[in-house]
């Protein structure tokens, strides 16, 4: 695929959330956040890609990855067309991997094709983070992320009436929320030390930080399972239609959920999903 029908494909991609946002539908970042937490080992663009082809999608492979699971993609299906790149290491080489090695560098990018689950047929495959307004396991993990990170974890009612408090090097939770509210509070003031204690604080605006780890939350929170739906109210308003601004801050907002969400489910099976 030449570079002129790549640069196509993604403008294409990128207007049409900047497209929707400027007509001040919301819904369709929504969805997108979503898609982030379903797929946050892919790139920006690929779940930008992924979402505008087939919006419902559940889980994405391969076909071959789909058959190492007992999966087989019914005929006739068609793929969804994301982009893999080709990098070197110490002989050229190319990876299917949506991430490259680190230790190599991509020289370039081409057009591979995943399938949607709903698109297979055969084995069951696991539920992962099915749950419902209870985070279960997932609070006393992130609990330890917080701390393995160096962030002092304490609770106070003295915060109230805000649920968290974010300072330097310490997060403060308002205690007797429940376990949902809990574990959003904490990803959502996590998500301030991660991206806001740094010298990009002073590039941000309150309102963007604000914005920002809500969206943050909303990804890790709807990626374990619980049903939150605040994270996207103020997007619109908020860049006034600044789709550069806006896509600036999604790629933000996916890489500290994808760390957030690394750091709490170490499953290799949560992983493939």
Same mark, same amino acid.
């Given at each position: *695929?030449?570079s002129?029908?790549?640069?196509?494909v993604t403008?294409?991609?990128i207007?049409?959330?900047?497209?929707? %946002?400027?007509?001040g539908?919301?819904? *369709?970042? !929504?969805? +997108?956040?979503?898609?982030?937490?379903?797929?946050?080992t +892919?790139?920006l663009?690929?779940?930008?890609l992924?979402?505008k082809q087939c919006?419902?999608?559940?889980?994405?492979?391969g +076909?071959?990855?789909?058959?190492?699971?007992g999966?087989?993609?019914?005929?006739g299906?068609?793929?969804? *067309?994301?982009?893999?790149p080709i990098f070197r290491?110490?002989?050229?080489s190319?990876?299917?991997?949506d991430?490259p090695d680190?230790a190599?560098?991509?020289?370039? @990018?081409r057009?591979? @094709?995943?399938w949607?689950?709903?698109?297979t047929s055969g084995?069951d495959? #696991?539920?992962?983070?099915?749950v419902?307004?209870?985070p279960r396991?997932y609070?006393a993990r992130l609990?330890?992320?917080?701390?393995?990170?160096g962030t002092?974890?304490? +609770?106070?009612s003295?915060?109230? #009436?805000?649920r968290?408090?974010?300072?330097?090097g310490?997060?403060? %939770?308002l205690?007797?929320?429940? #376990?949902?509210? !809990?574990?959003?509070?904490?990803?959502?003031?996590?998500a301030h030390i991660i991206l806001?204690?740094s010298?990009?604080?002073?590039?941000t605006t309150?309102?963007?930080?604000? !914005?920002?780890?809500?969206?943050?939350?909303?990804?890790v929170c709807k990626?374990?399972? %619980?049903?939150t739906?605040t994270?996207?109210?103020?997007y619109?308003?908020?860049?006034?239609g600044?789709?550069?601004?806006?896509l600036?801050?999604?790629d933000h907002v996916?890489?500290?959920?994808?760390q957030?969400?690394?750091?709490?489910?170490l499953?290799?099976?949560?992983?493939?999903a």
């Open positions: *695929m030449n002129e029908t790549i640069k196509k403008n294409e991609a207007n049409q959330l900047a497209d929707a %946002l400027n007509s539908d919301s819904k *369709m970042l !929504t969805r +997108y956040l979503a898609a982030m937490a379903k797929f946050r +892919y790139s663009l690929n779940v930008l992924i979402l919006p419902n999608a559940r889980r994405v492979a +076909y071959r990855t789909w058959q190492s699971l999966r087989q993609v019914r005929q299906q068609k793929g969804i *067309m994301i982009f893999a290491k110490r002989r050229e190319v990876s299917d991997a991430t680190a190599s560098n991509v020289v370039a @990018y057009a591979v @094709y995943v949607d689950e709903q698109q084995k495959l #696991p539920e992962i983070g099915r419902t307004g209870d396991v609070l609990e330890a992320f917080v701390l393995a990170s002092e974890l304490n +609770y106070s003295g915060i109230a #009436p805000a968290g408090l974010a300072e330097k310490k997060v403060t %939770l205690p007797d929320l429940t #376990p949902a509210e !809990t574990f959003a509070t904490l990803a959502h003031e996590q806001h204690q010298q990009r604080r002073t590039d309150k309102r963007i930080r604000e !914005t920002e780890a809500e969206a943050v939350a909303f990804v990626a374990i399972g %619980l049903d739906s994270a996207a109210q103020d619109v308003a908020l860049y006034g600044d789709a550069k601004l806006l600036e801050s999604l996916q890489q500290t959920a994808s957030i969400l690394d750091g709490i489910e499953d290799s099976q949560q992983r493939a």
